[in-house]
């Protein structure tokens, strides 16, 4: 359980948001962001991890455990769209329809918290009764964390698309957030040192989420 876990190991998991959010607090102050939404938006997606995780384990039950569900079931459809749209829907619940929501830059930075807060939640779990804590938190703060903020940056980039013309930006959000996040189930699965490409295909995801970004009205460096 939880309160069984080291205060080290839960700082550890902690931290990798930790750093997110002042990071963007302090690279991004000008950008009008309301640091108390912020943080509640931290909050709503660890707490979405709890429905996440009994309706994945639900889900990775009734798929089995064939050569369709290890590449395609599993990865995409039994975690990735699952946990993506408890995501989508804080966004579009809470997030979409808010005063401090006004621009793109602020679409990708308010949906990273979601992302932060149900990395951090899902940290948790995973490390729970772990006994390899330390090692576990150290590959999950370098693959898994940056993963979660890079498909809340992808949600709330065409959640700006949208809230400044487009309106249908919801299905590309999810079809965008669970290819990536399906994508890399698959290589951080592998043995080392292939699961190392899971860090190139979170750079270069990032890499084409900044030029997709370019093209938008709302430049200013990112």
Request: proline share 4%.
């Amino acid at each position: 359980m939880i309160w069984h876990l080291p205060l080290s190991t839960i700082l550890l998991s902690l931290l990798p948001s930790l750093v997110t959010f002042f990071y963007i607090q302090i690279r991004y102050r000008s950008e009008d962001l309301d640091r108390v939404f912020f943080i509640k938006l931290m909050i709503w997606g660890s707490v979405s991890v709890i429905p996440g995780i009994i309706i994945v384990s639900m889900a990775i039950s009734l798929v089995g455990n064939g050569l369709i569900s290890m590449y395609l079931l599993k990865p995409f459809i039994a975690v990735a769209l699952i946990e993506e749209s408890l995501k989508l829907l804080i966004l579009s619940l809470i997030l979409y329809r808010n005063i401090h929501f006004k621009t793109v830059k602020q679409g990708i930075l308010y949906s990273v918290a979601i992302s932060m807060g149900f990395a951090f939640a899902e940290n948790i779990l995973y490390l729970t009764g772990s006994p390899s804590a330390y090692p576990l938190i150290v590959i999950r703060s370098l693959t898994s964390v940056p993963l979660h903020g890079l498909c809340g940056a992808f949600m709330g980039y065409y959640a700006g698309i949208g809230k400044t013309g487009e309106k249908k930006f919801i299905g590309k959000a999810l079809m965008i957030s669970v290819v990536i996040h399906g994508i890399y189930n698959i290589l951080v699965n592998l043995h080392f040192p292939y699961y190392l490409l899971s860090i190139i295909f979170i750079i270069l995801s990032l890499l084409f989420l900044k030029q997709q970004y370019s093209k938008t009205h709302d430049i200013s460096s990112f």
